[in-house]
């Protein structure tokens, strides 16, 4: 009599159909497990089975069952019925496709790389409210990156000190001040004082530049807090939120998708945390699939790394994170990415951030584009000269790449970013 039924749920000859959920997989079978059976398990497992025979089945319980349809050295392919899965609920998806697998002692490791979402399911989510264009519209910047800092050190200062540094760094020509992760309503700096006293700066830098100022104040706390700081958001005419999405979870970030369009409020993503499951090249789950799961639940934004500056991930990575968040079609890239029709998803501005200043600019524009949200931080408030230099050179260096120069010719007319020259040149953080 058989003992298990793992090998049910593998058929090679198999054609998935068109509202069936592709999962691609990276996999490593443990000692004296083949990887048919390996397959089979992770299939099984995300599905329908269990680890025993039972006594009896309905037949339609066949029609449930997902199939491992593609076997290639420890790569796998699983289809999954659209019936397995709730309409709308990203969590119970992560449940089923990133849950119990993870811990299956039949495998040493096991990696989620990518999943193509099906027309059938994404029609149940809204994606992002504005899309690129539409915050560009609200920010009225066109033809170059939106540009952002956090006052650094991330924690520390008052909320008075954090709006004087926000004050400078508008003044310096950037369009947003940002909280940084582990940033909420601190002793030291309150959130509801730092929304009051960046307001009044964001006012008068608005009043003397003639521009469009904005923040990331991050409201990352249990969901109603959440809505109580987006709320005080919306009555100061801020038109974003932050949220450290990873943290706060995908059933969290729904909930405030909907309640943040309500108040005419876009969503900052901020990843704190996905390194934690996403660095190791052999388990866990995959950048560019935590940036689908986010675009589809609605962020506007979401920070997509540098490849240039201090964090990991390469600059194929990083591009390959952008096209995922902007295009309307992605298109599979081997055995990183799987095709992608976004139908009525709108896109969302990938974010680049982390040990950037004016003399890497170039670099991350040459791997991005203009379509982003570039963030230098450090590299601005370190400048000889103080926070306003360091946004103006950061500026300068944006307009050289723009004009085809290189930052050294640029530099002569222009003093800050110079001055940023001398201290950093072109310096690659570790």
């Known amino acids: ?47 329908t089975g269990t680890w025993t025979t039972l006594y009896a089945l309905p037949p339609r319980m066949k029609d449930l069952e997902a199939t491992a349809f593609e076997i290639e050295e420890n790569y796998v392919k699983i289809a999954y019925p659209p019936e397995l899965w709730e309409e709308g609920n990203a969590a119970q998806l992560l449940s089923g496709i990133a849950g119990n697998i993870f811990g299956m002692k039949a495998l040493k490791n096991l990696r989620l790389i990518d999943a193509t979402l099906p027309a059938a399911y994404i029609r149940h ?72 006293d960046l307001t009044k700066k964001r006012d008068e830098a608005e009043t003397l530049t003639g521009d469009k100022k904005s923040a990331f104040l991050n409201i990352t706390a249990e969901t109603e807090v959440m809505k109580k700081r987006a709320d005080l958001l919306a009555e100061y005419g801020w038109n974003y939120a932050m949220i450290d999405v990873v943290v706060a979870g995908t059933s969290a ?25 996403d660095r190791n090249p052999c388990h866990g789950i995959t950048m560019q699939f935590l ?7 609605g962020v506007s934004q979401i920070h997509t790394g540098t490849a240039v500056g201090k964090l990991s991930g390469t600059a194929k990575e990083s591009a390959l994170l952008a096209d995922l968040l902007r295009e309307k079609n992605t298109k599979g890239s081997g055995r990183m990415l799987l095709d992608q029709d976004w139908g009525h998803i709108k896109s969302a501005f990938p974010v680049s951030s982390g040990g950037l200043h004016p003399g890497l600019v170039p670099d991350v524009l040459d791997i991005y584009g203009t379509d982003l949200v570039l963030l230098v931080s450090g590299g601005i408030h370190g400048h000889p000269k ?45």
């Open 1 to 47: 009599m058989a003992i298990d039924w793992y090998m049910d749920f593998v058929d090679t000859s198999y054609s998935p159909a068109a509202d069936e959920l592709i999962c691609l997989y990276y996999f490593e079978p443990e000692t004296g497990i083949s990887r048919e059976e390996a397959a089979g398990r992770i299939a099984s497992e995300s599905s």
């Open 125 to 196: 989510f809204k994606g992002p409210h504005f899309g690129m264009e539409g915050i560009r519209k609200i920010m009225k910047v066109h033809g170059r990156p939106l540009t952002g800092a956090v006052p650094k050190p991330k924690v520390g200062f008052s909320a008075k000190e954090h709006a004087e540094i926000g004050f400078e760094t508008w003044m310096g020509g950037f369009d947003f001040v940002k909280d940084d992760e582990n940033l909420t309503s601190t002793s030291f700096n309150r959130f509801d004082d730092r929304v009051r």
């Open 253 to 277: 970030v729904s909930t405030l998708r909907d309640y943040c369009s309500d108040l005419g409020l876009a969503i900052h993503a901020h990843r704190a945390m996905h390194a934690a499951f």
């Open 291 to 297: 940036a689908k799961i986010m675009r589809l639940i």
């Open 386 to 430: 103080g926070t306003r230099a360091g946004a103006k050179a950061a500026m300068q260096a944006v307009e050289a790449w723009s004009d085809g120069l290189s930052l050294d010719e640029k530099a002569k007319t222009s003093p800050e970013l110079a001055g940023a020259l001398e201290k950093w040149g072109y310096y690659k953080p570790k």
